[in-house]
């Protein structure tokens, strides 16, 4: 019988899909690029089969797989899709692999004299995009803190 | 049967006569003294017929060993078991011990045949267990365990202690000078396993024995035989230059397994069930095994009466039909491998190219095949960019990010192998009308390993949210 670990990662997404509910995340990561320093507030959202891997452990690699992937070359073998799965997060520490995996590494890996990035719940994110061009993570920050 | 009945007159015919001389004798009395006669001569009659043939001979079975006198002496008395408490007359009874025929000497009564024996009460007259080998191979035992001819009428082990000998080294003749050889060879004939035992005892010490198992075959070495054995016991000590005799036991052929009933079964050693047979009613088809010589593979086949006949394989409860018990084998291995399969469903955790296991080729429409792997979808993921944008649903997809008006980008949660893949992204009818249609458009530029941008524009060429933005990648996993 085939082991849930010995399957790849995106076999053992297969398996999720018949064996997790999605999670509705309740929150997600503000972030801005300094390579787009005019470019609006980006947010980012966990899909909920991936936090539901998330939560459940047993399925998703560990983050430094990706984050060694990241260093190797296109066409070099990759190593998070055989990792070995890990155990259960929290919310919160989903959020922070999030960060580290799908957020550029300049976001959050180098001093700065100003916060990239901050992890909010969902419902502070505008739902009028109106002005979506307009958005800047010192609105939202400043908001959180008021 | 008691004796015949005593005659004695009733009446006094004499006193009668005297008293009456003119009257004649009674006839009521004369009748009563023949009558009672009568009686006595029928007993002795009866009595006679008991003990003389009508040829004037004694009657079979009348005379026993009561009927002859004491002092009578005419060979041995019947010989019985010893027993105690129990009067024995010298000079003519007998009794069994131990295999030994005694004569007793001096009338006793018996307590202890021990005891008695050493008080000079009975006389061992012959000893029968010395007289069991007279019949069959006599041979001198020889102490050598090399493998050689042992000598004229000589047998040896290989081994100096008997419980580790395998080999038994048998002259082709016995000590009488009798061949041996057909005897000898006989000894491998039966087919079983264990082809038969043989037993060797000490003629003048049926306490010395050894007995062995004959689990291979008899060589015909120069001279003497080469017997294989397996040990089963022994006692005492084998000393050389003493004649033994040996008996060989052989074993019946493994027979064939004969008529079975439904649910018959064949079983293992430890009488556990091997095989099990199922019966139905007018069989013409069945299931034959067949072995194979070296280099070839031993079949399982479906034959009968019918021409086209299945070969059904069925497992029980849960179970599944595997190639192999340790379950690492595929169909496409070189040890399993089957040219076609038909099944109505597949149940498995994966699908795997034999030749390349990332190939996995599917007939197309045509003789063509065509790569499984690269028509699936990779990556998917239907968006609902208004608002605070949300997954609808999705696949391979760890996260979404509002970029800006109408730009969104999807994470992989399984990076692809390049960026050189394919993105179809697509938007949705605003209101039903065409010029409310929004266009999905794949931002190559923005699209790494990891992440593929999704742009959607409307009918005025601006980016515009869309409540439904679909993605679908093609390509190489990681």
Redesign the interface.
């Known amino acids: ?2 082991r849930l670990a010995d ?5 053992r ?2 398996v999720a ?1 018949h064996v997790l509910a ?1 999670v ?1 995340p309740r929150y997600c990561i503000a972030w801005e690029d300094p390579f787009e320093p005019d ?2 507030l ?9 936090l539901a ?1 998330a939560l459940a452990g047993g399925f ?1 690699p560990p983050v430094e797989a ?1 984050l060694r ?1 990241a260093e190797r070359g ?2 070099e ?2 190593e ?2 055989y990792a070995p799965p890990i155990g259960p997060m929290t919310e919160v520490e989903a959020m922070e692999y ?1 960060v580290m ?2 957020i550029p590494r300049r976001v959050w890996g180098e001093p700065t004299n100003r916060p990239r990035f901050a992890i909010v719940r ?2 502070m ?5 109106t002005h ?2 307009a958005w800047r993570l010192t609105d939202l920050t400043t908001r959180t803190a008021a | 049967m008691a004796q015949p009945s005593e005659y004695n007159r009733q009446y006094n015919f004499t006193n009668r006569q005297a008293t009456n001389p003119d009257d004649p004798l009674p006839a009521d009395q004369v009748d009563a003294e023949l009558n009672a006669i009568k009686v006595t001569l029928d007993e002795i009659r009866a009595r006679i017929a008991l003990i003389q043939r009508d040829d004037g001979a004694l009657a079979n079975d009348s005379v026993g060993d009561d009927q002859l006198a004491t002092a009578l002496e005419i060979g041995f008395n019947p010989p019985r078991a010893w027993a105690t408490a129990t009067a024995y007359v010298a000079d003519n009874n007998y009794v069994y011990v131990d295999g030994k025929l005694y004569l007793c000497i001096v009338s006793h009564t018996s307590g202890t045949f021990a005891t008695d024996l050493a008080a000079d009460k009975w006389d061992e007259i012959i000893d029968f267990n010395a007289q069991r080998f007279l019949a069959g191979y006599r041979f001198v035992f020889d102490d050598t365990t090399t493998d050689g001819d042992p000598g004229a009428g000589k047998f040896r082990f290989d081994n100096a202690a008997v419980a580790s000998a395998t080999k038994l080294f048998v002259d082709n003749e016995d000590s009488f000078g009798r061949s041996a050889t057909a005897w000898l060879d006989s000894f491998d004939d039966s087919a079983s396993t264990v082809k038969g035992h043989v037993w060797v005892e000490e003629i003048a010490n049926p306490a010395v024995y050894a007995l062995f198992e004959v689990t291979g075959s008899v060589a015909d070495d120069t001279g003497y035989r080469d017997v294989s054995v397996t040990y089963v016991d022994h006692s005492g000590t084998f000393v050389a230059g003493r004649t033994y005799g040996v008996h060989f036991t052989r074993a019946g052929d493994v027979g064939s397994i004969g008529q079975q009933p439904d649910g018959g079964s064949v079983d293992d050693t430890n009488s556990n069930e091997l095989l099990e047979f199922g019966v139905v009613a007018s069989a013409v088809n069945h299931v034959k095994v067949t072995n194979a010589a070296t280099g070839s593979s031993p079949s399982v086949s479906a034959v009968g009466g019918d021409t086209n006949i299945d070969l059904v394989l069925v497992p029980k409860g849960t179970g599944a039909v595997v190639p192999d018990a340790d379950g690492t084998r595929d169909l496409g291995s070189s040890s399993v491998r089957w040219a076609e399969v038909h099944v109505d469903t597949v149940l498995t955790d994966l699908l795997r190219g034999a030749t390349t296991a990332g190939s996995l080729p599917v007939q197309g429409e045509g003789t063509a095949t065509i790569n499984l792997q690269q028509g699936l979808a990779k990556l998917w993921a239907l968006l609902d960019g208004t608002g605070t944008i949300a997954l609808r649903d999705s696949y391979n997809v760890s996260s979404t990010t509002d970029v800006n008006t109408g730009r969104y980008n999807f994470g992989a949660t399984n990076a692809m192998a390049n960026a050189n893949y394919v993105a179809r992204v697509d938007g949705d009818f605003a209101s039903g009308a065409l010029t409310d249609a929004w266009f999905g458009v794949n931002s190559y530029a923005n699209n790494t390993v990891s992440s593929v941008r999704a742009n959607i524009v409307n009918a005025n060429d601006a980016y515009a949210d869309s409540a439904y933005v679909s993605v679908i990648v093609s390509g190489d996993l990681a």
Request: net charge positive.
């Open positions: 019988m085939t399957l790849p990662l995106w076999a997404e297969l899909r999605p509705e470019a609006p980006k947010v980012t959202i966990p899909a909920p089969r991936w891997m998703l990706y992937d296109e066409s073998p990759k998070h899709p999030l995996k799908d969902r419902d994110i505008p739902a009028d995009r979506r061009s």
